[in-house]
């Protein structure tokens, strides 16, 4: 019986087998490693790219930043262009070498990215500028991150660590991958803890004033409501804190943030830092010329939100805050502009206070404002009021008064 089975199985049969199966079997990987060797003496990075296997991209095109990637070498074919580099990778191994100034200062005086003689601070999507890849459709990258520290330094980025500095990448929907958000290295301290199933540390450099403890414990406790509205949050979380020369403020980042060790957790005006820039990592949203205020206006609103629905402050604090809000944004003429801050952030808390309440009063209360911001945070990228407005009007079932233009705007405009 297995011979006759045998001899109706003809050799082209086999191959059509075969040939069916060969896209998944045989689909195209090559090793793409990113290795930084941190120099604090110079104020430098020096950054390798190195691919490796049987087929590598065709062509990749950085998009540098002039003043801090500089020194671009390669054995392959590399032609400049003011801001961008376009690199022909050859054979079946090829590298990029540059150097990166760490440094970042802002017109404050204070910085966003920086290096000492024990700790460096920055954004890896700054260490390694945006690429874009020229490649076979079947071809992916298996990336990773290498560091090379001096003696006594260690680092935290918001991947998982394969072994000491050397970090997997990940980018979901991306076929070249590059590592993005904050990171740090040096002589520093860390705590670590999974909370709701994030994997989240909280780091700094030794000897600060830092309290990574509390900054744990507070996101225990609001961490898993947080995730509730936005269940796609990231599972990994990197908050780095430092005092100055650093950025007085919070700064958000892939999987990550950077907040200013004097910033408290929960301010006077009963808003939380932390939750807004927690609120910007969920969303991973930006404005266009004329909605920053919807990615500032949402990233306000729940941080004052979750504390309330946390038992964090009391009913009467909350609507008192909100209240407080809404005067203060009456100094906003308009919220239609490029970007938002101060009144007209205030001002955006009261619109989305009075979204919330028609959303919930026209859906019977089958729906809310967390549905209309769980909707933008699986799109990410760019919001417009016009994909905003269509989104609560989904949620509400019916048009929403709140988003009409006269309602943004001043009166006498």
């Not at 409501?225 to 020369?245: Q, R, W, Y």
């Not at 949402?298 to 005067?327: H, K, M, N, P």
Request: with cysteine.
């Amino acid at each position: 019986m297995l011979r006759q089975l045998y001899t109706l199985i003809s050799p082209a049969m086999l191959c059509l087998a075969f040939a069916a199966a060969a896209p998944t079997a045989f689909a195209s990987s090559f090793d793409l490693l990113y290795r930084a060797e941190i120099k604090p003496e110079t104020g430098r990075a020096h950054v390798e790219i190195r691919l490796a296997g049987q087929q590598l991209p065709g062509k990749l095109k950085l998009h540098l930043d002039p003043d801090r990637h500089l020194e671009l070498e390669t054995d392959g074919d590399l032609v400049l262009d003011g801001d961008k580099a376009v690199w022909r990778p050859e054979g079946e191994s090829a590298s990029l070498h540059y150097q990166f100034v760490i440094d970042e200062q802002k017109g404050s005086g204070s910085y966003d990215s920086r290096v000492t003689d024990k700790w460096a601070i920055l954004r890896s999507d700054k260490l390694v500028p945006p690429i874009s890849a020229t490649m076979n459709t079947d071809l992916k990258a298996d990336t990773r991150l290498e560091l090379v520290l001096p003696d006594g330094w260690s680092s935290a980025l918001p991947y998982e660590e394969i072994r000491d500095e050397l970090y997997r990448v990940k980018d979901p929907g991306r076929r070249f991958k590059r590592p993005k958000g904050w990171m740090i290295v040096g002589q520093i301290g860390s705590r670590q803890d999974i909370i709701d199933g994030v994997d989240t540390t909280v780091a700094a450099p030794l000897g600060q004033n830092v309290r990574r403890q509390d900054t744990l414990a507070f996101l225990n406790w609001t961490l898993p409501e947080l995730k509730k509205v936005f269940t796609g949050f990231p599972d990994h979380l990197l908050i780095i804190s430092a005092d100055d020369p650093m950025w007085r403020g919070g700064l958000s980042g892939t999987r990550s943030l950077f907040m200013h060790s004097d910033r408290p957790l929960v301010s006077g005006n009963r808003t939380s830092s932390m939750i807004h820039e927690l609120v910007h990592v969920a969303t991973g949203i930006r404005g266009d010329h004329q909605s920053d205020w919807i990615v500032e206006g949402l990233a306000e609103f729940y941080s004052l939100e979750i504390l309330r629905r946390t038992g964090g402050i009391s009913e009467r604090r909350y609507q008192g805050a909100v209240d407080e809000l809404e005067e203060w944004g009456k100094e906003a003429p308009t919220l239609l502009v490029k970007r938002s801050s101060g009144p007209i952030t205030a001002r955006a808390v009261g619109i989305m206070r009075q979204l919330d309440r028609e959303i919930r009063s026209a859906s019977g209360g089958e729906a809310s404002i967390d549905d209309v911001a769980r909707a933008l945070a699986e799109d990410r990228g760019k919001v417009t009021l016009e994909r905003f407005r269509k989104l609560a009007e989904e949620a509400a079932g019916r048009p929403v008064k709140a988003l009409d233009k006269h309602n943004l705007r001043d009166a006498n405009q």
